[in-house]
């Protein structure tokens, strides 16, 4: 996996696409199981349906909101090259401004919803339950430990990069 890091400080100055694509297949796993658990034990097609355009409404409103801050989206380019979105199209303007507190209280609490929605129908099955929850502390997990630890988006309420490599980064790596 060819990754483009800045040799000073090891970020990530630009997203490999082999990232995107581990994101994707952990985004999948919980995904796939919450829609087994809804379709299995929920009374209607309905629900999965509602389910979906949570997810899907989620998304759009991150990418309005968040992604737009992100450095990786003002890299050049018309297409956005991210863990997320590779591929979409940039259709909003680039926000270098700071992120409002409304946007950082927003993605956990998204997040929150999408993610809790399907627990009512997982509670019938314990084992798909406990996976669940599982594939999704694996899929946190990944985030901090891979991604945000080396994301060159300092502004962002998610990044975890050391004050010392921020510095290191800013005064000549970038």
Sequence with gaps: MKT????????????????FVFYKVATF???????????????TILWTGAYVAIFLVHVAIVYRIKCTHCTYYQLPGEKLQCMWLWGTPKVFPANTGPESP????????????????????????WVLLVLYFAAIAVLVASLFMFTCSRCTYFGCSHNRVPVHIQDRYRAGAG
């Design 4 to 19: 483009e890091t800045c040799a000073q400080s090891e970020l990530l100055t630009k997203i490999p696409f082999s990232l």
């Design 29 to 43: 796993v919980p995904a796939l199981i919450a829609l087994y658990a809804i379709v299995m034990f929920a009374d």
């Design 102 to 125: 409304l946007n950082k209280l927003y993605v956990p609490f998204g997040m929150a919803v999408v993610a809790l929605f399907p627990v009512y129908w997982l509670r019938s099955n």
